[in-house]
């Protein structure tokens, strides 16, 4: 916009004759250039007025003298940034500034009514016209600008939060599953160390082979390595309900799918929730193409709304698909689909 300001000036210049309204012309450009640099924030005061007075000073004049009507365009662009840097443009305060940028033409023909002002109405119409469409279409686009940048910032942002969330619900996953299972198995080690020391000893082995598995896992989810496997964890489900005396019953298969980390993370969390807060006696698992369903007697609470199956929920639900829990007649179910 600075240039095109400069660019009115010189206009301006290659059409006035009077040596000091050159002067006037050169004077008034400076401001006026400096001013329309703020089209795109509030500009100060003083040089809003120092540039419109110049301007308007210059404009009236070209109108006295009866120069070449160019010099409108710089009041034109003075005014027309002025009133387009509000909130909200009113539109009658530009009809307003178009009656300022004219008012000398109309005070000029009412002196000298035997002389013909159109050219000098039309060009100072125009300018201004001109020098307002500009600004406004260069405020719209600067906003949208600013919109795409905010949509695109708070997009970022949301990105992070999620990544975030999601190492936080896979960290819960391992470390709550582990931390479990290792109290069940010290618990059972410290029964089974004065009558049987070499299954204590046993479980004590597992407990630490869990440790080092739990390790690399924790390692591998840092650097995003992590990958689990329905029948990985159904494997180790299985071998946790009978080292806790909890028949476990699996029924159908499911074959390989592009979400069998949701539902590995079902059987982990709900083999979880079972050991740590059910009095089971029997679970049953039932797989199918795209589902999952869990039953266990011994039915515990409702999952509480930040715990691992309802933080779990929302994931299935972002990857279109189902995730409910519930208990009815003392069976708690967990019933995961993807279609």
């Given at each position: 916009m600075a240039f095109v300001a400069v660019g009115y000036a010189?206009?301006?210049?290659?059409?006035?004759?009077?040596?000091?309204?050159i002067v006037g012309v050169i004077a008034a450009t400076i401001p006026v250039?400096?001013?329309v640099c703020f089209w795109e924030r509030r500009a100060p005061i003083w040089l809003a007025i120092l540039a419109t007075a110049l301007s308007s000073v210059v404009w009236w004049a070209t109108v006295a003298l009866q120069e070449l009507g160019v010099t409108s365009l710089l009041l034109g662009m003075a005014v027309g940034v002025l009133l387009t840097q509000t909130a909200k443009v009113n539109p009658f305060l530009l009809l307003a500034g178009l009656g300022f940028v004219v008012a000398p033409v109309g005070i000029a023909a009412l002196v000298r009514p035997e002389q013909d002002w159109t050219a000098y109405l039309l060009t100072a119409s125009v300018a201004y016209a001109v020098a307002v469409g500009l600004f406004l279409l260069n405020r719209y686009t600067w906003n949208r600008y600013l919109e795409i940048d905010a949509a695109r910032r708070t997009g970022a942002e949301l990105a992070v939060a999620q990544?975030?969330?999601r190492f936080a619900a896979d960290l819960h996953d391992i470390q709550g599953h582990t931390l479990h299972v290792l109290r069940l198995k010290t618990q059972l080690a410290?029964?089974?160390?004065?009558r049987d020391p070499a299954a204590a000893h046993a479980h004590l082995a597992e407990?630490?082979?869990?440790?080092?598995?739990?390790?690399a896992n924790t390692r591998s989810l840092a650097f995003g390595e992590r990958h689990l496997v329905v029948a990985t964890?159904?494997?180790?489900a299985q071998e946790l309900f009978a080292a806790a005396g909890i028949r476990?019953?699996?029924?159908?298969?499911?074959p390989a799918t592009p979400n069998d980390e949701l539902f590995a993370l079902v059987v982990r969390e709900a083999t979880t929730n079972i050991l740590r807060h059910a009095q089971a006696q029997e679970v049953t698992v039932r797989l199918g193409e795209g589902s999952l369903v869990i039953t266990n007697d011994g039915s515990p609470e409702p999952?509480?709304?930040?715990?691992?199956?309802?933080?779990?929920a929302e994931r299935f639900i972002a990857a279109g698909g189902t995730l409910q829990s519930g208990s009815a007649s003392g069976v708690f179910t967990t019933a995961a689909t993807i279609s």
């Open positions: 010189l206009i301006a210049l290659s059409q006035v004759t009077h040596e000091w309204l250039t400096a001013l990544e975030r969330y410290d029964k089974l160390i004065d407990a630490q082979a869990l440790i080092s598995e739990t390790l964890e159904l494997a180790n476990c019953t699996v029924e159908g298969s499911m999952p509480r709304p930040r715990s691992g199956l309802a933080r779990l």
